[in-house]
């Protein structure tokens, strides 16, 4: 089965071509980076519109990289939430457009269970069932994953998201957009100067907070920076507590789970420290951490094909009704009987 994945969430608009047997055939991403940075952040209206400029000759273009006609292609599944509402309307115009001119079903697929399920794109992917930690701009998630479309929430931010709290200490910085991996790379550069907190690990329980950590940032910012080090300083910092805090988190969700398998996904997980720090501790504690490669962590399509591809395997569609969900709870996804 040929499944084309569509991607319009946010910022970045993404095609990608994937068969059951074969794996990813071919991707293309487009990212709106240029268009946001002198806003300092994403502006809705412009992505959408920029989205529509875009997608078609993505879809093209993803065609030709993969040498298959349209007539090959046998479902589409598309981004339909969580996201924004004029983004998501354009991918899931676009795809149920499609899907009636072609005449093959169509499936809408949640973001972050595209997240979830990008590590399945690699040459080793995990085994159900196992932890997942997605880290994301929008969300911060602990989920016990049984089965594909079958997840128990185990704990998530009560404020901001752990991509969010980066973007907002970057700024407090004076960093660009887009902030994170930009506080990432000035963090390369910091000496482990200064001790911040590592937000509600004193505390039983699988939330998390960023809130506090953000105060504290800007407190010692306030307090302390006054040259380009002392900036890289308060970056090694802040990601230090950030990815320790989260190392925290998902060793006591393996322990309180009993499971030895621990996926990270989502943007913030291409970050290199944490990373390292969440491998370092599985090891500690004889599990194994499953990550995407790089360009699978940020928004893309080959994570959409695939997840749509599982679902459509098993029978899933949609009727011709257009509609996106900007907020979209994944304990409503349904589970594939098939599995």
């Known amino acids: 089965m040929y499944v084309l994945g569509i991607e319009t969430s946010c910022d970045e608009t993404a095609v990608a071509i994937y068969h059951d047997k074969s794996g990813l055939i071919s991707h293309n991403l487009y990212s709106q980076i240029t268009i946001h940075c002198e806003y300092g952040g994403v502006v809705p209206e412009l992505a959408s519109r920029d989205h529509i400029r875009k997608l078609t000759p993505l879809i093209g273009q993803t065609l030709k990289d993969g040498k298959l006609p349209a007539s090959e292609i046998d479902g589409i599944a598309y981004t339909a939430g969580p996201g924004l509402m004029g983004a ?35 040459a080793e992917p995990p085994d159900f069932p196992f932890v997942a930690l997605l880290i994301s701009g929008g969300h911060t998630l602990l989920i016990e994953v049984t089965a594909i479309g079958k997840y128990k ?87 230090l507590a950030m990815a320790e805090t989260l190392s925290l988190k998902c060793k006591r969700a393996l322990q309180e789970t009993g499971l030895k398998t621990l996926v990270i996904a989502g943007g913030v997980s291409a970050n290199k420290t944490i990373r390292a720090n969440l491998i370092e501790m599985t090891a500690g504690i004889k599990a194994k951490a499953y990550f995407p490669r790089p360009e699978f962590c940020t928004d893309n399509a080959a994570m959409i094909a695939y ?22 709870p994944m304990n409503e996804l349904q589970e594939l009987k098939s599995q």
């Open 153 to 239: 929430l185990l704990g998530e931010s009560l404020d901001d998201a752990a991509g969010e709290a980066f973007d907002k200490t970057a700024k407090m910085l004076g960093l660009p957009y887009p902030g994170g991996p930009r506080l990432a790379e000035l963090a390369e550069q910091g000496r482990d100067r200064f001790i911040f907190p590592r937000p509600m690990t004193d505390r039983p329980g699988l939330d998390f907070s960023f809130s506090g950590l953000k105060t504290f940032t800007l407190n010692t910012i306030n307090q302390h920076v006054e040259s380009l080090q002392d900036k890289a300083d308060v970056a090694f910092a802040f990601q």
């Open 88 to 122: 998501l309307l354009v991918g899931a115009a676009t795809a149920r457009s499609l899907a009636w001119c072609w005449r093959k079903p169509a499936v809408a697929i949640h973001h972050m269970e595209g997240h979830l399920l990008a590590p399945m794109l690699e």
């Open 307 to 328: 997840a749509g591809c599982q679902r459509l395997l098993a029978g899933q569609s949609e009727s011709l009704e257009i509609y996106a969900r900007p907020r979209w």
